[in-house]
């Protein structure tokens, strides 16, 4: 495991690049803050995490029986741990933001998730000629035209339908007959291409829109990425685990040579699937926040209370892939690695479909599934017959990790599956990126 020690923190903000200028107008209140929740949207009460405080709404509304549900969380007060640091930078420089200003950041950027996670180089010069596959539930028709705001906001190229980069199909594969628009899950989808593109800016992306949000509609999502040519597909969802899971495994999630990312789960201690399956990589979340070490940050276990924050846990029905060895599961154990999830450290997004056109705060694993599905894409194609579920559990994938080893998500008979520890746990799984070594087989 890589270790830290003491050391002036790296100077990595990716809004400093916007000058004195910009930084007057920089937002220290959360765009969108006291809107209406439009239709489509959760209707659910706002979270408060406890340090730092900051309130948030689940981007989807509340899933019918036998549907997912999508990990979006959107900040609707309070102050990121991004605020609070352009509030010191605006001290520092004598310049007053703009609380009013909803058209900048408020949460990570590119650079910042690229500096944390040892990408930088990576990122520049690695990714042109693979595809992300992006699949969610439900239809966002300004999903090409969101995404293109981020990326010019970012500094990042185009990526479009017109110079190939951006596809966006349902889940037969038709670019013309597109399911209904939902509002909620259009933050969702927003929140994915954002962090695919932060990551993996060389890129392409094809978005897969399900007719809904069944595991038999998403799953179809899933094998039509694939046939489509992606070799990277991220699923930002989860729901209850059933005895059907086996099943939707060999169906939609077992194809080698490609790297499947899924969610790892918001609600705390507990299994979640598709992340159960023994074919995916569970992405599980933690807080990140910029530090004195020689990384520059630090990270520990995402933690609002002991029903809120990152999944983990022992499957009840999918069986333990060959590459798994603790003793705390005699099935499949989640999660396998992660990345930044906390609301209250979250990322940036742009979004502006059913609710006022701006850049939010996000969380939620649905922030670390589509950040850890671009870190296999910079590390290249997997080889033929591969499971890249398992590239992060060899030696040297472990030895390429940020142990976190901090915070726990709740309370559990074995204490590594709900508490961070050296090694491997169950809401961290091995750690976070440090560059793609971990992720290359």
Known sequence: ?????????????????????????????????????????????????????????????????????????RV??????????????????????????ASTPSGY?????QSAYGLTSAAASNGS???IAIVDAY???????????????????????????FKKVSQTGSTTSLPTSDAGWSEEISLDLDM??????????????????????????????VTLGAKYVSNSYGGSESSSDSTYDTSYFKHTGVAITVSAGDSGYGAEYPAASQYVTAVGGTALSASST???????????????????????????????TDTGCTKRAIADVSAVADPATGVSVYDSYGITAGYYTFGGTSASAPIIAGVYALAG???????????????????????????????????????????????????????VAAFTG
Request: aromatic share 6%.
């Open 1 to 73: 495991m890589l270790t830290e020690s003491p050391k002036r923190p790296a100077i990595r903000h990716s809004w400093r690049r916007l000058g004195a200028a910009a930084l007057g107008t920089a937002a220290l209140v959360l765009a969108g803050f006291g809107t209406a929740a439009p239709a489509g949207a959760a209707q659910a009460v706002a979270t408060k995490s406890p340090s730092p405080a900051v309130t948030w709404t689940r981007a989807c509304a509340t899933p019918t029986k036998g549907q997912m549900a999508c990990k979006a969380l």
């Open 76 to 101: 609707t007060g309070g102050t990121t741990a991004f605020q609070k640091e352009q509030q010191a930078q605006a001290r520092t420089d004598a310049v007053t933001p703009d609380a009013a200003d």
């Open 109 to 113: 950027g590119p650079g910042d998730l």
């Open 129 to 131: 000629g693979e595809t």
């Open 139 to 165: 239809n966002d028709p300004n999903a090409e035209a969101d995404l293109a705001k981020y990326r010019t906001y970012y500094g990042l190229s185009a990526c479009t339908t017109a110079n190939g980069c």
């Open 196 to 225: 695919a593109s932060a990551v993996c800016p060389n890129c392409s992306i094809l978005l897969v829109e399900a007719t809904s949000a069944s595991m038999a509609n998403l799953g179809k999502s899933v094998n039509e990425a």
């Open 294 to 324: 020689s990384r520059g940050w630090s990270e520990s276990v995402w933690e609002t209370s002991s029903t809120e924050g990152t999944g983990s846990g022992c499957s009840a029905y999918d069986a333990k892939p060959t590459w798994q």
């Open 381 to 435: 194609t997997p080889s033929t017959g591969s499971y890249p579920a398992k590239f992060p559990y060899t030696a040297a994938g472990t030895s390429a990790l940020n142990d976190v080893t901090s915070g726990t998500n709740g309370s559990c008979g074995s204490s590594y599956l709900c508490t961070a520890t050296s090694g491997y746990d169950g809401p961290t799984g091995y750690g976070t990126p440090e560059g």
